[in-house]
């Protein structure tokens, strides 16, 4: 019992991940109103950034620069760095992200003006007219 508790302490970023997941998923899938559906998408999103970025972390790395003595023989050895090209995807993938939502928020304030809702039953209603 004690291993199965250290387990899921010890991997809480990804038991915070999988639950964001879900919260997004479920945002996305069971609401009606367009602009939930929009937070469920950001939440989601937000989840997929935390399982990357957890992924890319390595215990004890460091900085991938390479430090030599005088003599010019490396410091650390290769394995001792820690691989920037997750932390780096996802630094992408936040402006990408934050560049949709804006979309999506535009989209959705055209609806809004155009339908006189964001319920999304109401608008493909309107739409079916």
Known sequence: MDEIFHFIIAKYNYWAALVLLFIGLYGMIAKNNLMKKIIGMVIFQTAILLFYVSIGVKQGGSVPILLFSADRQPLLD?????????????????VVGVGTLGVALTILQKIQRVHGTIEEDEVLEDLRQ
């Not at 290769?78 to 936040?94: D, E, F, G, R, W």
């Open 78 to 94: 290769a394995t001792a760095y820690a691989n920037p090209l997750p932390h780096v995807l996802m630094l992408t993938a936040i």
